[in-house]
């Protein structure tokens, strides 16, 4: 039988209404797999700048860090170079002080003159030359001589060797010394300076380890005693 116009009219309808919801629900589905993947790729994305944002701060962290111990190592080292540059100056006015008593030994002269009498003999015992000059202060000339005469005889027992000393009249060590001798070779060649100050410098540099330990106390980072 043959359709009339009003049913094909409503099957018409009926096709396009089940087009139009299928249409309608394949774009939900379009839509809701879209707002997934959107969701998905922006969690993604937070993530992803998440981790760089506390990759930044965590290299910003540690650069700090190191800046921090950098400049507590500086400040360390400053402290430190502070304290051995206090403890040299100390030093350095216990050693002015040392020699600016030794200046005042020459007040008493029978220990002055002993005293030079040591420092005379020694040279001449040292240099072990036939022929030596000795050098003193201009104040100094008198006690020299008579240093002299005293140590060749003793020189001569000591060493079984002759010696002739010359005391220079001209040539002098200042007067603001503390006083002692320097002692030539007759050539000039060698030098032995036996003055109070030369004395006094190298008695301290072997012993600094017992003034500063007396001073300061002991180092305990010092690990070798010899």
Known sequence: MAL?????????????????QEANEK???????????????KGRLVQTQ???????????????????????SAVK?????????????LISELLNEAKRRLIKLEANPEVYQELMDKL???????LLESHVIVRCRPQDLLVAEAAVQKAIP???????????????????LPEHMAG??????????????????????????????????ALFGANPNRKYFI
């Open 4 to 20: 009339s116009d009003v049913d094909v009219q409503k099957q018409i309808k009926h096709m396009m209404a089940f087009i139009e």
């Open 27 to 41: 774009a939900e589905e379009i839509d809701a797999k879209a707002e997934e993947e959107f969701n998905i790729e």
């Open 50 to 72: 998440r981790l760089k944002i506390m990759e930044y701060y965590e290299k910003k962290e540690k650069q700090i860090e190191q800046q921090k111990k950098i400049q507590l």
């Open 77 to 89: 080292n400053q402290a430190r170079l502070k304290v051995l540059r206090g403890r040299d100056n």
């Open 120 to 126: 005379v003999l020694q040279g001449l015992l040292r």
């Open 154 to 172: 003793k020189y001569k027992v000591a060493s079984q060797k002759h010696v002739e000393v010359h005391v220079d009249q001209e040539v002098h």
């Open 180 to 213: 002692g001798v320097e002692v030539y070779s007759a050539d000039q060649r060698i030098k032995l300076s036996n003055t109070l100050e030369s004395r006094l410098d190298l008695l301290a540099q072997q012993r600094m380890p017992e003034i500063r330990k």
